[in-house]
Structures are given as structure tokens and as C-alpha cells.
């Protein structure tokens, strides 16, 4: 089955940088459009940027300019490289592949278990 195992979250300070790695099994990486969301307690998850089928990608607005998606097809390895850290930015980060329907709109089939990441000022 497929199994997304998400690593790289932990503490940093306001300014700082990390980048979540996400290793994925059980499909054949590439084939699917992939992602990574956030959430905080009491909001709803929020797509904080996508990689698509078609190769392009997209960002929230908040985080333009400061995080980069990026896959290694070798390692089948999703990315998010996450730069000027604002404490806004804490919250669980999750990896998610295969979208159903649209391809690049559609809602992702599966889900890693998330990463925690902690900015504080």
C-alpha cells in the first residue's frame, strides 16, 4: 500500500530554516501529484504548496518566496526547503500524493502521519 513517511520538523528560530523530507512507497513516485499541507489546532489543514503531474508547481501566498518544493525521483523524496521562518509557520506539516480527479486540483488520496514544526521569535 502506499506509505508516506514524513521527517525534518523540529525547532527553529524566527529567520531560521529547515527543509521536511517525505519518502514515499507503494506507487511509482513521479506518476502522482504530490504536496505538502499545515495545520494548527483549531483551523483546517491548508495546502502550503504543490508539485502536479504536469510539473508545475504552486504556493500559498504566505509562504511564496521563502519555501520551495522539489522531488528526487532517485530517492522517491518530496521536499519542502523552508526559508525565513515566521512564527506563523508553526504547525504539523504533512506530505500527501495522488490527487483524484483533476490533477491538479483534486483532493489527495493519501496522507503521511505529519511533522512537527516549532518557530518561536
Known amino acids: 500500500q502506499v506509505q508516506l513517511a514524513e521527517s525534518g520538523g523540529g525547532s527553529a528560530q524566527a529567520g531560521g530554516s529547515l527543509k521536511l523530507s517525505c519518502v514515499a512507497s507503494?506507487?511509482?513516485?513521479?506518476?502522482?501529484?504530490m504536496g505538502w499541507f499545515r495545520q494548527v489546532p483549531g483551523k483546517e489543514r491548508e495546502l502550503v504548496s504543490s508539485?502536479?503531474?504536469?510539473?508545475?508547481?504552486n504556493y500559498a501566498d504566505s509562504v511564496k518566496g521563502r519555501f520551495t518544493i522539489s522531488q528526487d525521483t532517485a530517492k522517491n523524496t518530496l521536499y519542502l526547503e523552508m526559508n525565513n521562518l515566521k512564527t506563523d509557520d508553526t504547525a504539523v506539516y504533512y506530505c500527501?500524493?495522488?490527487?483524484?480527479?483533476?490533477?491538479?486540483?483534486?483532493?489527495?488520496?493519501?496522507w503521511g502521519q505529519g511533522t512537527q514544526v516549532t518557530v518561536s521569535s
Open positions: 500527501a500524493a495522488c490527487r483524484q480527479g483533476a490533477p491538479t486540483t483534486g483532493p489527495f488520496r493519501f
Open positions: 507503494g506507487y511509482i513516485f513521479g506518476t502522482c501529484g
Open positions: 508539485s502536479n503531474v504536469d510539473g508545475t508547481t
